[in-house]
């Protein structure tokens, strides 16, 4: 039994998109606590 | 493979090295002027928010292993070992609860040996110093010698040279800047480093389809599509168990539990976690597609640069080093910055000068930082090539403390013989089984035999902890 095509795809694109979400999650973050005044 | 070729001009590979290190120093700097004690150059003042707390969770466990060695699992262990690999984020994510719940018992603390000090008493916290200060200063040195051996393959900057000036830098933004400086430049590495390997990844899909990914492993390695391959089954729960056991007792997370901000503490770790999982796939995949991309690869361990430097030329060369320049950094500063507390407020204050004033402390951290430094560039320099053996070697003594830590947080009946008898019965059978069998499973054995003495101490318990005594005032 191994690992389809479909599987791959999601795991690669899934992956990627992921970290490029989180990038704009950070800088998002970073952006309201500096307008709230937290950042630290 | 380093000595024959490399993927950057070393005239741009040392304008990079110099632009990114003046960048960090400076920083390390600025944000130093804010520190006025020990707790605010160790610490952070305590008011670190989600943002940075998020970041330097998932930063921190990026290290040059992630960007480097994620690929190579996927070359040796196919689809299984980047999951493998990712599982590592587990740590992050149950530490999240535990966070809350240190900063919640501990609301003075500064370290995790003053967790093992006030629970379990003087000789429990002596193991777990000698067990972590090990374990901290064979990774630092690891990390400082891939430094150096990066450089050089990737830039042919000379070992001893890179080495040097990865360490130097580090040092420097570390000591001045204590824990902020820390945790700053790991937002703006964490950024870097993901967005990196984001960009990376699509490149090198512009290059090769998924399809034909899939269609040359079915063609010419169909193992590392089998969905039961057992040795990639078994790095799961290897790496599932070395990442708990290496969060769960490192001063590295301990002391960020403590600078993070009230209520951000499990939130950021949680989220850490998470923005780390995916970071093995996006930056494992490369490695195979290097059959479907039709490059070489004599060695393993070089197989993301390697495609990546064929695929995308010196742009491509550009983005890896910085990468991987940015990994390493957002590594050694980390464990500069926590074994110098640990050092500082566990033998330094708790052992030998317990009347030292703030400043003191924070002056004795600064020169414990420059004192890490030197001692880890002096076993540097010679360049063992087996330190990797033996950051395994360790994996015993960091599974054998996950049991008294975790019980120690929650249950009142967690005692001192269960820890003691805990971390010495579960690291001694678990090296024994490494030298025996391997290092495969000696981490995994050693947390099964802590596991079912400490939970037996538990059981026999008579005696129950006063949480109050894990007050203690700074």
């Known amino acids: ?40 | 493979m380093a000595e024959d070729k490399v993927f950057l001009d070393p005239t741009v590979g040392w304008i990079l090295l110099a632009l990114f290190s003046v960048l960090w120093i400076g920083l390390g700097v600025y944000w130093g002027r804010r520190n006025k004690s020990f707790e605010d150059h160790a610490l952070a003042g305590r008011n670190v928010g989600l943002a940075l707390g998020t970041a330097t969770a998932a930063a921190t466990w990026i290290t040059s292993n992630t960007t480097m060695l994620a690929p190579q699992f996927a070359l040796q262990l196919g689809i299984w070992g980047m999951l493998a690999y990712s599982t590592a984020a587990f740590g992050l994510i149950l530490f999240a609860p535990m966070a809350k719940r240190i900063r919640q018992l501990m609301p003075h603390g500064y370290t995790s040996g003053d967790f093992f000090r006030l629970r379990y008493g003087r000789a429990a916290w002596a193991i777990f110093l000698v067990f972590t200060l090990f374990y901290s200063l064979t990774w630092l040195v690891s990390m400082a010698m891939a430094g150096g051996i990066l450089l050089e393959a990737l830039a042919g900057i000379d070992y001893a040279w890179g080495m040097s000036v990865i360490l130097a830098v580090c040092v420097i933004y570390t000591m001045r800047g204590g824990l902020a400086a820390v945790i700053g430049t790991d937002f703006i590495q964490s950024l870097i480093i993901i967005v990196g390997i984001c960009v990376t990844g699509f490149a090198v899909l512009q290059n090769v389809s998924v399809s034909e990914i899939h269609a040359n492993l079915t063609a010419t390695k169909p193992a590392l599509l089998d969905v039961l391959f057992p040795a990639a089954i078994m790095a799961i729960f290897n790496n599932l168990l070395f990442g708990l056991g290496e969060v769960f007792h490192n001063n590295v997370w301990w002391s960020r539990a403590f600078a993070f901000r009230e209520g951000v503490a499990s939130k950021a770790f949680l989220m850490g976690g998470l923005v780390w999982l995916p970071i093995p796939i996006a930056a494992g995949f490369i490695a195979l597609a290097s059959g479907a991309l039709g490059v070489a690869v004599p060695s393993a361990d070089m197989v993301g640069p390697l495609v990546i430097a064929e695929v995308l030329g010196g742009v491509g060369a550009v983005a890896i080093f910085i990468v991987v320049f940015c990994s390493l950094a957002s590594s050694i500063d980390s464990l500069l910055a926590a074994t110098s507390d640990l050092v500082t407020e566990d033998i330094w204050r708790r052992l030998l000068h317990p009347s030292s004033s703030a400043d003191n402390l924070k002056r004795t951290a600064q020169w414990v930082t420059l004192g890490l430094g030197v001692l880890t560039w002096l076993i540097c320099l010679p360049r063992i090539g087996t330190l990797a053996t033996v950051l395994f070697f360790a994996g015993p003594l960091v599974g054998s403390m996950i049991w008294p830590i975790v019980t120690g947080l929650y249950w009142r009946s967690a005692n001192t013989v269960g820890a003691i008898g805990a971390m010495v019965l579960g690291a001694s059978v678990g090296l024994y089984f490494y030298f025996a069998i391997g290092f495969y499973v000696a981490t995994l054995i050693a947390t099964a035999v802590s596991m079912v003495w400490t939970l037996g101490a538990c059981a026999l318990a008579k005696g129950r902890f006063d949480w109050t005594r894990l007050k203690e005032a700074a």
Do not use: P
């Open chain 1, 1 to 40: 039994m191994t690992f389809s095509e479909g599987t791959l795809s999601v795991l690669i694109y899934g992956s990627l998109i992921w970290c490029g979400l989180s990038a704009l999650g950070l800088a998002a973050m970073l952006i309201r606590d500096g307008k709230s005044g937290e950042i630290w």
